[in-house]
C-alpha cells in the first residue's frame, strides 16, 4: 500500500468532502478519486459512502484511518529518530508544562539545558494538566511536565518533585478569623480551574466525602496564572500550589487545614513505548538531577 495515498486517505477522511481535500492537498479531485479507488481494491471494501453532497467513511475506514494515524506517527518517530542521531546535540523538544511548574520550575532547567546543548529547541505548550495529556495522547507533545496520572496505561511516568496544594486567600482575608474547618470554606465564593482538572476533582472529593456541598465557584477560569492575581485582589478563595509562596506572592496567606492539603507527585509523562530523542532525554536527565532528593 502506498504511504503517500494514506497520507491523501487522512485528509479525505478529516475533510468528509473531496473537493476540501482536494484544495487542501493542491491536488485535483480526479486524482483523490483515483487514489481511494487503489486503496479499496487492495482492501476488498469500500472505505466511503455517499451523504448528501458529502462523504462519510464506513466501518473499513474508521479501522483504516486508526491505522493510518499510527503509522504516520510511527514515520514521523522514525525520522525525528535519524535527523536527532545525525545532529547530535542538537534536536528539538515539544514539551507541555503547567503554568505553575512553567514558573518556577522550568527556567533553570532550560538555562542548563541550553548550556550543555546549545543548539537544542523547545516548542513549550503552558496549559491546564488535562488540555496537555489529550495533547500528549494525540502525538503534539513528547512529554508533559506536571503532576502524574496514575491511571494512564498508555503512559510512563517519573516522579520529579513532591508538591502540595493548599487553599490559599489574600493575607488579610477575614476567614482568618474564624475557625478553620471545612465548613468556614463554604461561607465564602472560590476561583477554581474547570471540573476536568484533577486538582479540582480532588477538592469536590473532599467536601463530597464530608457530606457538605462543594464550594461555589464564582470565577472559573481557562488558564492558572489568572488564578492567583484574583485571589489577591478578592475575597474569593483558591487552590493552589505551596511552590507559589517561593515565589515573592507575600499577599496570600495559606489557610492551614489538614483535609484540604493534597499532596500530589509532580513529573514527567511520556507515551509508553515511543522513541524519546537525546534532547529530550537530557531535558529529563537535568531535571531529575536538580530537583530529585
Known amino acids: 500500500m502506498d504511504y503517500r495515498d494514506l497520507k491523501y486517505f487522512e485528509v479525505i477522511a478529516e475533510e468528509c ?21 487503489r486503496i479499496e481494491e487492495q482492501l476488498g471494501a469500500p ?63 532550560c538555562e542548563d539545558l541550553l548550556e550543555e546543548a546549545a543548539n537544542v529547541t523547545i516548542e513549550l505548550k503552558v496549559a491546564m494538566n488535562d488540555a496537555l495529556h489529550e495533547g500528549l495522547r494525540a502525538g503534539e507533545l513528547d512529554i508533559v511536565l506536571g503532576p502524574l496520572l496514575k491511571t494512564e496505561e498508555d503512559f510512563e511516568t517519573e516522579v520529579i518533585i513532591q508538591d502540595q496544594m493548599v487553599v490559599m486567600a489574600r493575607a488579610n482575608h477575614p476567614i482568618f478569623r474564624k475557625k478553620r474547618s471545612l465548613r468556614t470554606l463554604l461561607d465564602y465564593h472560590w476561583v477554581l480551574p474547570a471540573e476536568s482538572v484533577l486538582s479540582r476533582q480532588w477538592l ?22 489568572m488564578i492567583l492575581p484574583l485571589i489577591e485582589r478578592t475575597n474569593l478563595l483558591g487552590f493552589a500550589s505551596r511552590l507559589n509562596f517561593k515565589s515573592g506572592h507575600k499577599e496570600l496567606k ?40
Open 47 to 109: 472505505l466511503f459512502a455517499r451523504v448528501g453532497r458529502g462523504i462519510q467513511l464506513t466501518s473499513v475506514g474508521h479501522a483504516l484511518l486508526v491505522r493510518a494515524r499510527k503509522l504516520g506517527q510511527m514515520m514521523d518517530d522514525t525520522t525525528r529518530e535519524i535527523s536527532d542521531y545525525a545532529s547530535g546535540k542538537a534536536g528539538k523538544i515539544r514539551l507541555g508544562c503547567i503554568p505553575t511548574l512553567a514558573e518556577h520550575i522550568l527556567p533553570p532547567v
Open 204 to 225: 469536590n472529593n473532599v467536601f463530597d466525602r464530608n457530606h457538605l456541598p462543594r464550594p461555589t465557584v464564582q470565577i472559573e477560569p481557562t488558564v492558572l496564572n
Open 17 to 37: 468532502h473531496m473537493g476540501r481535500a482536494a484544495e487542501r492537498l493542491y491536488k485535483s479531485q480526479p486524482a483523490l478519486t483515483k487514489c481511494i479507488h
Open 254 to 293: 495559606e489557610f492551614v487545614l489538614k483535609e484540604t492539603t493534597m499532596h500530589r507527585p509532580m513529573g514527567v509523562t511520556y507515551r509508553r513505548g515511543v522513541y524519546l530523542s537525546p534532547a529530550t532525554q537530557r531535558l529529563i536527565a537535568i531535571l531529575k538531577r536538580k530537583y530529585q532528593s
